[in-house]
C-alpha cells in the first residue's frame, strides 16, 4: 500500500570523498506515525534527511514524498510538498524576532510591497497557541532559552504548511522537563495527523515516545521495529553491532585530602555580567564532582578561571593547598591539572597538526621531549606509538593529521594526551558530546580508573546521565551559582532539572550560601 | 565655520560618500565584503564623463556609470560568490585594476594621462519661482543643487524602506547574518548575495558619476581614497542606512572644512584623519556596540 506512506527511500546512497555516509538505504514511514531513527554520531541519520529534505544530492537512490516522486530536488520544492525540518544546528538569525524568522522566504506582503508585521504576527501567535508553544512573537531570538528556539523552528516548520516534520536530534540540547514538554507538543502534532520523523541517540526516548523505529549503523539500516516491542540492550546491540556496557560499573569512591578547593570564586564576563558569583566547591582525591546545569550558566567559565583560561575578580583557587588562582595556564598544568575541554576542535586539538603532535601538545616543554628548544622528533614518536597502542586509537597511525579522525577518536586521544601522566585534579567538560557509545565507554571507564588511581575529577556535563552515573556528588549551578548539591544517587533527574531551571533555585541558592560559607571555612584549614 | 557655503559644499561632498556608503552597505549587509567601492566609483567615473563627452548628455553619463559600477561589481560577485575567493583580496585587486584601467583609458580616448577634456555638467535643480513664495523659500533652503544630490537624499529613506520594511530587505539582511538558515528555507544564498552586490555597484557607480560630473570632468584616481571613508561612514553608522548618511555628511563637513583651511595653519593631514579616528572610535565600540552582519565576509 504504497498511498499510506508518508515517505518511501528506496536504495539511497551517498558517497563523501572519506566515508560512505549512507549506503544502500531504504525508509519508510508511515501516514501519521512518530517514526524514530536512531543511530551513532556519523551513522548517517543527518545526512539521510538532508537527502529526503533536498539539501543534499544523492549519488543513487528513488524517493517519494507524499505519493510523489521526488528527483533532483531542492529544499523548496520538498516544503511544497509538505516536508518540514528542524535542523540538529537551529537555523535561527539571532538578531531577528520570532515572527521574522517564522515568515522568512514566505512573508505575508500589503499594499504588493511591504512585509506585513501584524498578520505575521497573528499567524505566529495562533500556530503557537494552538499547539500550546507559549512563543512571543516579537522577542528576539537571542534572548531566548534553547528551548523556546526550538519551538520557534517548530512553528516555523507549522507555518510553512508542513505536514510531515523531521526533528534531528531535537533533545540533545534540552532539559527534562523540556524534553518532557517536547514530547507533549510532538503528540499533539500527531493527533492533528502530521506525522513526524524524530533522530536521536537517546535509546529511551525512543521506547517512549515512537511508535516504530528504523535503526542505523555505519550508513546502512540494520534494523526497523516497533518500540513496543524492543528494548533499549536490543537497540543499542543494532546501533553498535556487539553488545554494549549501557552503564560502567563503579565502585564506592575512597576520598581522600582535598585536592581542589574553590572559594567564593567570582568573574565577570565580556558584556560585564557576572558569569561567576561567589562559587565555592570542594573535591577531594579519588571523588568526582559532577557539575550539571544548562548551557551557559557558567560552567564553562568556572573551569576556564580554574584553569587559568578566564580572570576572576575575586575569590581563590587552591591545588592541594597551593594558591593558582590566576596563575598561567601552563603553570596551573604543569601543577598537576589537566584538562579535557568542552569543544575538541576549538581548544582540544589542532586539527591541522599530526597525531603525534598533539598527542604532545601541553607536554612539549617538559623535560624528555625537548631540549634547548628544539623537539625531540624521535621521543615524540614514541610517546605517540605507546598512547595509540594503549587507547586503541584507530587508525594506529601517528603520522595522520587530527583532522581525519572521527570525533570518538579525536575524543580519545584527547582523553590519552590528559591523562598521562598522573594528575591530581582532572577536569574533564562535555567529555561525551557528539562521540559515538563505543566512545562513551572508554571516556567513561577512564575517569573511573583515574579516580581509582587517586585523582580528584571535576565533571562538567549537559549530559544528566552521564553527570549520574559518574558523579559521587552533584553539585548544580544556575545563573553563575552553585545553587544545590546532593551527595551521588540520592536525586533524580526530574528533581535535578527543577534545580537546572532556576524554578527550585530561589530558596536553595539562600542555603547554598550557607553551605558556602561552610567549605570555604573548610578551604582555609585546609 | 558654520557659514552656508561651507555646509553647502559638505552637502555636495558628502553626496558621493552617502551613494557609495549605501552600496557597501547592501552588500554588507547580504554577508560580503566590498573593499572594491574605491574602484567602482573610479570605474563609474570614468564611464560617465567617456558617455557624456560622446553624447553631450550628462543623464547618459549616469545611466553610464550606473552600468559600469554593475560590470565591476559582477567580477567581485563571481570571485566572491561563485569561486569563494577571499572578498577583501578579490575587492583590493579590483581596485588596482581599475586604477590601472581608468588611466590608460584615459590616454587612449584623450592622449592624456592625468584627465579628460570638460564635459557639461548637470543643471542643479529649483523649484519653478512662478509657483509662489512657497517654492521660492523652498529653493532658498535646500534648492539649486544637482539633482543626484536629492537623488542621493531618497535612496537613503529607500534603503531604509527597503532593508526593513520588504520581504527583499529580510531576505538580505537574513543572508548577512545566517546564510544556511536562508538555504534551508529553500531562498537562493547566491541570488541574494548578487543582488547585494549588484545593489551596490549600482550605487557606488552613481556615486561615482556624481564626483566626475560635479568636477565637470574624470581626473586619474580621483576616488582618492572616497571608497574606503564611504565604507568606514557605513561603520560608523552601525550598518544603517541613515547613520550611514548621517556618518558621510559629518565626513563630508570635515572635507569641506578642511578645504576652506587650506593654507591656514592646521595641516591639512589631520583634517583628511578624521574619517578613520572616527571609525576606529566606532570600532572599539565607543558610540555603543556595533554588531556587523555575523556572516560578514564568509563565503558560503
Ligand atoms: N558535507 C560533508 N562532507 C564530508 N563528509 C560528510 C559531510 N556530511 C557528513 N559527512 C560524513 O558522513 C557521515 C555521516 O554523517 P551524519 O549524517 O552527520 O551522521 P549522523 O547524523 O548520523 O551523526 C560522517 O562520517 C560524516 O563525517
Ligand atoms: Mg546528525
Known amino acids: ?526 | 565655520m558654520f557659514e552656508l557655503v561651507v555646509l553647502d559644499s559638505a552637502l555636495r561632498m558628502a553626496t558621493p560618500l552617502i551613494l557609495a556608503s549605501l552600496g557597501g552597505l547592501f552588500s554588507e549587509r547580504s554577508g560580503v565584503v566590498n573593499i572594491a567601492l574605491e574602484g567602482i566609483l573610479l570605474t563609474g567615473a570614468f564611464a560617465s564623463i567617456l558617455a557624456t563627452y560622446y553624447t553631450g548628455d550628462p543623464w547618459v553619463g549616469v545611466a553610464a556609470g550606473i552600468f559600469a559600477g554593475i560590470l565591476v561589481s559582477l567580477i567581485h560577485a563571481a570571485v566572491t560568490v561563485i569561486f569563494k575567493a577571499d572578498q577583501i583580496v578579490s575587492g583590493v585587486a579590483i581596485n588596482l585594476l581599475a586604477a590601472g584601467a581608468t588611466q590608460f583609458l584615459t590616454w587612449i580616448t584623450w592622449g592624456s594621462s592625468s584627465n579628460s577634456p570638460p564635459v557639461v555638467g548637470m543643471a542643479p535643480w529649483s523649484l519653478p519661482e512662478a509657483w509662489g513664495p512657497v517654492a521660492r523659500g523652498i529653493n532658498v533652503v535646500i534648492g539649486h543643487y544637482p539633482p543626484l544630490v536629492y537623488v542621493a537624499l531618497v535612496a537613503v529613506a529607500a534603503a531604509h524602506v527597503v532593508l526593513w520594511h520588504t520581504p527583499f530587505g529580510l531576505r538580505l539582511r537574513a543572508t548577512g547574518e545566517h546564510p544556511g538558515a536562508v538555504d534551508a528555507i529553500g531562498v537562493s544564498v547566491r541570488k541574494m548575495r548578487f543582488a547585494g552586490i549588484l545593489l551596490s555597484g549600482a550605487l557606488a557607480g552613481l556615486g561615482g558619476a556624481f564626483l566626475a560630473l560635479n568636477t565637470h570632468q574624470f581626473v586619474k584616481n580621483m576616488s582618492a581614497g572616497r571608497g574606503y571613508i564611504a565604507l568606514a561612514a557605513m561603520i560608523f553608522g552601525k550598518w544603517n542606512p541613515v547613520g550611514a548618511a548621517l556618518a558621510c555628511l559629518l565626513f563630508g563637513y570635515a572635507e569641506a572644512v578642511q578645504m576652506g583651511l587650506q593654507g591656514q595653519q592646521v595641516p591639512s593631514q589631520f583634517v583628511q584623519m578624521i574619517p578613520y579616528v572616527l571609525t576606529m572610535v566606532a570600532l572599539v565600540g565607543v558610540i555603543g556596540r556595533t554588531r556587523p552582519p555575523a556572516a560578514l565576509g564568509k563565503p558560503y
Open chain 1, 1 to 526: 500500500m504504497p498511498e499510506k506512506n508518508a515517505v518511501e527511500m528506496r536504495g539511497v546512497t551517498k558517497r563523501y570523498p572519506r566515508v560512505l555516509a549512507c549506503d544502500g538505504v531504504d525508509l519508510s514511514i508511515r501516514q501519521g506515525e512518530i517514526h524514530a531513527i536512531i543511530g551513532e554520531n556519523g551513522a548517517g541519520k543527518s545526512t539521510l534527511m538532508k537527502i529526503l529534505y533536498g539539501m543534499v544530492r544523492p549519488d543513487e537512490g528513488s524517493i517519494t514524498l507524499n505519493g510523489k516522486s521526488l528527483t533532483g530536488h531542492s529544499a523548496s520544492d520538498s516544503i511544497r510538498l509538505g516536508l518540514g525540518m528542524v535542523h540538529q544546528h537551529f537555523m535561527l538569525i539571532d538578531p531577528f524576532t520570532v515572527a521574522e524568522n517564522v515568515v522568512l522566504g514566505i512573508e505575508p506582503v500589503r499594499a504588493g510591497l511591504f512585509i506585513d508585521g501584524r498578520t505575521a504576527r497573528e499567524r505566529v501567535e495562533r500556530l503557537s497557541s494552538e499547539y500550546g508553544l507559549a512563543l512571543a512573537p516579537d522577542e528576539r531570538i537571542e534572548n531566548l532559552s534553547v528551548g523556546l528556539e526550538q519551538r520557534a523552528e517548530i512553528v516555523k516548520v507549522l507555518y510553512r504548511g508542513a505536514d510531515i516534520l523531521i526533528l534531528d536530534e531535537p533533545t540533545g540540547v534540552l532539559t527534562p522537563q523540556e524534553v518532557t514538554e517536547l514530547f507533549v507538543v510532538l503528540r499533539a502534532l500527531r493527533e492533528s495527523g502530521r506525522t513526524i520523523i524524530f533522530i536521536t541517540h537517546k535509546l529511551n526516548e525512543v521506547i517512549e515516545l515512537a511508535d516504530r523505529v528504523t535503526v542505523m549503523r555505519d550508513g546502512r539500516v540494520t534494523g526497523v521495529v516497533s518500540a513496543a516491542e524492543t528494548t533499549p540492550a536490543e537497540l543499542a546491540r543494532m546501533m553498535v553491532g556487539r553488545d554494549v556496557l549501557l552503564r560502567v560499573e563503579r565502585r564506592e569512591a575512597t576520598p581522600g585530602e582535598a585536592v581542589l578547593v574553590v572559594n567564593k570564586l567570582s568573574a565577570v564576563g565580556r558584556k560585564g555580567t557576572h558569569v561567576l558569583d561567589h562559587v565555592s566547591l570542594k573535591i577531594r582525591s579519588g571523588e568526582i564532582l559532577g557539575i550539571a546545569g544548562v548551557h551557559g550558566n557558567g560552567q564553562t567559565e568556572l573551569v576556564d578561571a580554574i584553569t587559568g583560561l578566564h580572570a576572576t575578580s575575586s575569590g581563590n583557587v587552591t591545588l592541594s593547598g597551593t594558591d593558582i588562582t590566576n596563575l598561567r595556564p601552563r603553570t596551573i598544568r604543569d601543577l598537576g591539572v589537566a584538562h579535557v575541554p568542552e569543544d575538541r576542535l576549538e581548544r582540544g586539538l589542532v586539527p591541522e597538526f599530526t597525531v603525534a603532535e598533539n598527542l604532545l601538545l601541553g607536554h612539549h616543554h617538559r623535560a624528555g621531549y625537548s631540549k634547548r628548544g628544539l623537539i625531540d622528533v624521535a621521543k615524540m614518536e614514541e610517546h605517540a606509538r605507546e598512547l595509540i597502542v594503549e587507547h586503541d586509537l584507530r587508525p594506529a597511525d601517528s603520522s595522520i593529521s587530527a583532522s581525519h579522525l572521527s570525533g570518538g577518536n579525536q575524543q580519545k586521544l584527547i582523553v590519552a594526551r590528559e591523562f598521562d601522566g598522573a594528575p591530581a585534579l582532572l577536569i574533564a567538560s562535555q567529555p561525551t558530546r557528539g562521540v559515538d557509545i563505543g566512545a562513551i565507554e572508554f571516556v567513561h571507564t577512564n575517569i573511573l580508573k583515574m579516580r581509582d588511581a587517586g585523582a580528584a575529577v571535576l565533571l562538567v556535563s549537559a549530559e544528566l546521565s552521564e553527570i549520574m552515573t559518574l558523579s559521587d556528588r552533584i553539585a548544580v549551578m544556575y545563573g553563575g551559582r552553585i545553587v544545590q548539591e546532593f551527595e551521588g544517587g540520592t536525586v533524580s533527574e526530574e528533581e535535578l532539572g527543577r534545580y537546572m531551571t532556576g524554578a527550585a533555585g530561589a530558596e536553595a541558592a539562600v542555603e547554598a550560601e550557607g553551605t558556602a560559607e561552610a567549605t570555604g571555612a573548610a578551604g582555609g584549614t585546609a
